[in-house]
């Protein structure tokens, strides 16, 4: 079995790949339809989608697949190793012409991240890391927020979900992309991520890793740990940040549901 660095290399080429193949889609021109009411897929999520395939699957014949834009076989339940895939995170952003999108991929061994690469192409940003050797952006190492207090946070999160944190004296910003909100945040750019809804493996498996490596804690809304690969691919709105932080959120968060 091919190691967890080597697989970071594999996987941040792909994702590089990947995210300028969207932009060259999006500047000539697509079609986009609802894969279901409210959800946008286009030409260039299926088009990213067959060459991350084209890519992954061949260099790692015996890894399982999961990924937004392919029937889920449930063959990943049976392999070692699973490639967990955004091909776009952030479609609706995508779709508009804005930045907040990128392409998000990661391995999964044992129910937990093993490597991950996040891309933004709008900016050219690579977010990385493997198990137990750190998360880096563009190659050099990033660590989160110390940020220790609710007041002052800079969270990202619905602004209009989270009126009792702000009441307390956090910040709160939205960006369309769950993996974008895990990077940035793993990077210190912001102090943490609060969700309000369920995410799919997709939308946090590269982050969940960039998170841990970078020092940080993610959880669901009550504390316990996210696995994947799993039969059902959903996870509980999840939490992230710098362990002083995250155990404040966790408490606040536990208040407001006693109330």
Same mark, same amino acid.
């Given at each position: ?162 009126? $009792? %944190? =702000?009441?307390?004296?956090? #910040? ?6 769950? &993996?974008?909100?895990? *990077? @940035?945040? !793993? ?37 316990? $740990? %996210? =696995?994947?690969?799993?039969? #059902? ?6 939490? &992230?940040?710098?362990? *002083? @932080?995250? !155990? ?12």
């Amino acid at each position: 079995m091919a190691g967890a660095e080597d697989d970071r290399q594999l996987i941040a080429r792909a994702a590089r790949d990947a995210g300028q193949l969207a932009l060259a889609f999006r500047a000539r021109g697509l079609k986009s339809w609802d894969k279901t009411r409210g959800d946008p897929v286009s030409e260039a999520d299926l088009a990213a989608d067959a060459l991350l395939k084209e890519r992954l699957i061949p260099a790692r014949p015996d890894y399982g697949w999961l990924s937004e834009e392919t029937a889920d076989d449930s063959s990943r339940l049976s392999a070692a190793r699973s490639f967990v895939v955004d091909p776009i995170d952030g479609t609706r952003a995508f779709l508009k012409g804005r930045p907040e999108f990128v392409v998000s991929i990661a391995v999964i061994e044992d129910g937990a991240p093993l490597a991950a690469a996040i891309y933004d192409p709008s900016t050219e940003r690579l977010w990385d890391a493997v198990r137990g050797a750190g998360a880096r952006l563009n190659g050099r190492p990033v660590r989160i927020s110390n940020h220790d207090a609710i007041a002052g946070a800079r969270l990202l999160g619905d602004p209009g979900k989270l009126t $009792a %944190l =702000r009441d307390l004296g956090a #910040t709160a910003a939205t960006v369309n992309s769950a &993996a974008l909100r895990l *990077a @940035l945040a !793993a990077s210190g750019l912001f102090d943490g991520v609060v969700a309000v809804r369920p995410k799919w493996d997709w939308d946090l498996a590269a982050g969940h890793l960039l998170i841990t490596e970078a020092g940080g804690l993610i959880t669901d809304r009550t504390g316990a $740990a %996210l =696995r994947y690969d799993r039969d #059902t691919p959903r996870q509980p709105a999840p939490l &992230a940040a710098g362990p *002083a @932080l995250h !155990a404040l959120l966790l408490e606040r968060l536990a208040q407001e549901k006693e109330l």
